[in-house]
């Protein structure tokens, strides 16, 4: 059996516990005792309302019922006082006296008839008003305690990571009831790139029908049981959800809590948080599919805009792709005129060797002609005298060849 907190009684001071069927039976209690209170208090004052009207309407009428007959006893006086001079005139005037007191008190009982009408019509629609207030209320009563009992029995039965991932199903299933209809062009699908580290629950992503996204909302949902040992609050999560926005470059985050059940200012609606975090609200989860409305319907505004800055943007990119391929095409340029410049010199250089090759052979050549020249010239200038002279033995060799 799960313990309640203790409770300690007003009168003794004693500390007791109770379960949870002992507190919801005393809870019932309490609330038909308070509901049966206001009730009766609510019946004794329509009572005396009405009873103190009626008393105040008899007074009136008596006093001026009183007030009549005293008037009419004065008249009669003063009639009679005339009977001497004219008795039928007399009578005449007294009958039509009569007569006319009797109409105006006919004419006040009606009145006093209808007012009572009144009361009565009054008091059956306040019945009526009653009686639908305690079916109401009847209702409502049943329809809070069949929520206490159904979400008692599904915290039971539930981890808390199953508390969470019941929240995110109603999330998309509440967007996935209007993607038809109102989100044709929207994406809203789970965060499942973990690469950074961390991740969000759900990523809204919506674009125009050229294809220019004007909205993006990171979504976390946080929720816990009532029996979870350590109490999570909403700013916990705060930088981790940034964080989120930040590396999926998203605009919005939303954290869509049940933290913090208590707390009046997370009760009242969408909390704007953008004080700590730039573009960050919580919500309650029935406040979901209207924040992306809100948030959508601001965004559409800019949507022109957003094309203007798109298409500039394009444009900066065809320059920059313009600019990265001139770049690129100047550096192969520069890098092939940079190897033919390198072979031209190599072959500049070779080509001065070469002619300094050539030059030392047309030099080595010229001073071998110039050589031959010479030694033809001696050749020529070659004589048998002078081959002979001091030496006797050609001389005689010669001289023998001639006879």
């Known amino acids: 059996m799960i313990k309640i907190n203790e409770i300690r009684c007003p009168k003794c001071g004693e500390a007791f516990t109770i379960d949870e069927n002992s507190y919801a039976s005393i809870a ?37 019922r009183e007030q009549n007959v005293f008037e009419l006893k004065q008249e009669i006086e003063r009639l009679k006082a005339q009977i001497s001079s004219s008795q039928k005139d007399t009578e005449l005037t007294v009958s039509r006296a009569v007569a006319q007191k009797d109409r105006e008190l006919a004419d006040k009982n009606a009145e006093i008839i209808r007012l009572q009408g009144e009361v009565q019509s009054a008091k059956k629609d306040v019945e009526l008003k009653e009686s639908t207030l305690k079916a109401e209320y009847s209702a409502q009563l049943k329809a809070k305690d069949e929520a206490i009992e159904f979400y008692k029995d599904l915290k039971t039965r ?34 499942n790139d973990a690469r950074t580290g961390s991740k969000g629950d759900y990523i809204f992503r919506e674009c125009t029908e050229d294809g220019v996204e004007f909205i993006s909302i990171m979504f976390e949902m946080k929720n816990e049981m009532d029996t979870t040992a350590t109490k999570h609050k909403n700013e916990d999560f705060f930088r981790e959800l940034d964080k989120d926005r930040n590396e999926k470059g998203c605009e919005y985050a939303v954290l869509v809590s049940l933290l913090e059940s208590e707390s009046e200012l997370y009760n009242s609606g969408i909390v704007d948080v953008s004080h700590k ?83 030392k052979t047309k030099d080595a050549l010229l001073s071998s002609e110039n050589n031959l020249r010479l030694a033809n010239n001696k050749a020529e200038d070659l004589s048998i005298k002078k081959l002979t002279r001091n030496n006797p033995t050609m001389a005689q060799k010669f001289a023998e060849l001639k006879k």
């Open 28 to 64: 019932k209690q309490v609330r038909d005792e308070e509901f049966n209170k206001e009730l009766a208090s609510r019946e004794r004052l329509f009572e005396a309302q009405k009873k103190a009207a009626l008393d105040t309407e008899k007074a009136r009428l008596n006093q001026e």
């Open 158 to 191: 539930m981890s808390t990571k199953m508390v969470g991932e019941t929240l995110e199903q109603h999330c998309e299933t509440e967007f996935n009831r209007l993607r038809s209809t109102g989100f044709q062009n929207a994406y809203f699908e789970k965060d």
């Open 277 to 359: 975090y730039p573009k960050m609200y919580v919500i309650r989860p029935q406040f979901f599919i209207p924040m992306i409305t809100l948030l959508r319907n601001a965004a559409m505004n800019s949507i022109e805009y957003r094309t203007q800055l798109a298409e500039m943007r394009n444009q900066n990119i065809d320059i920059s792709r313009f600019e990265d391929e001139m770049n690129d095409f100047k550096e192969k340029f520069a890098k092939n005129y940079d190897l033919a410049s390198r072979k031209f010199k190599t072959a500049i250089e070779e080509i001065d060797k070469t002619i300094t090759h050539l030059q």
